[in-house]
């Protein structure tokens, strides 16, 4: 794993250049509460994982994320492993930048780790929304990128093309 405080971070790059702003988040993700981390965690999908498009700073990022994901809850988790499988399916993406050789060790041992990250929060109760992106985060790193993005992408609500009723998408039930 890429040491938060390692030079080469400069020379990553994310969504708006350099990557050297990135482990500053990251580290932020432990000294913040609640609200302030919402925010972060706003920052690092849209720097490491915008518009669909990764960036080499993502894929140094991903271990320090699903290690964080391992210490949290399972709706903490989530947030932290949906955007893992975000950058892995951008990384499968044509045109996507390789995952630079002195970080692909870390990346896919990390990306590996993510199965076990869920089954540790296997016994905690997951709403809906934790459901939803657990789910498709283990097909991810399971190797099914496209079964996992369209999990990911499941709406609780749809609208009836036909007639313009509102109803609850199968799973959800009607409490969604």
Known sequence: MLPLDDARWRELSQA???AEDVPR???HLELVDDRARRELWLGLWGTLWRADTVFTASYAAVPHLVAWAAGRGAAEAARALHLVAGIEIGRLQPGAPPVPPDLARAYH???AAVP??????????????TAQVLTGVLAVAKGHPDFGGAAL????????????????????????
């Not at 992408?153 to 969604?176: F, I, K, M, N, Y």
């Open 153 to 176: 992408q499941l709406e609780p609500r749809v609208t009836c093309a036909t007639c313009g009723d509102v109803r609850a998408t199968a799973g959800w039930g009607p409490s969604a």
């Open 116 to 129: 076990g990250v869920v089954a540790g929060r296997i016994d905690e109760p997951w709403d809906p929304d």
């Open 16 to 18: 708006f250049g350099s």
């Open 109 to 111: 041992a990390a990306v």
């Open 25 to 27: 988040l990251l580290a």
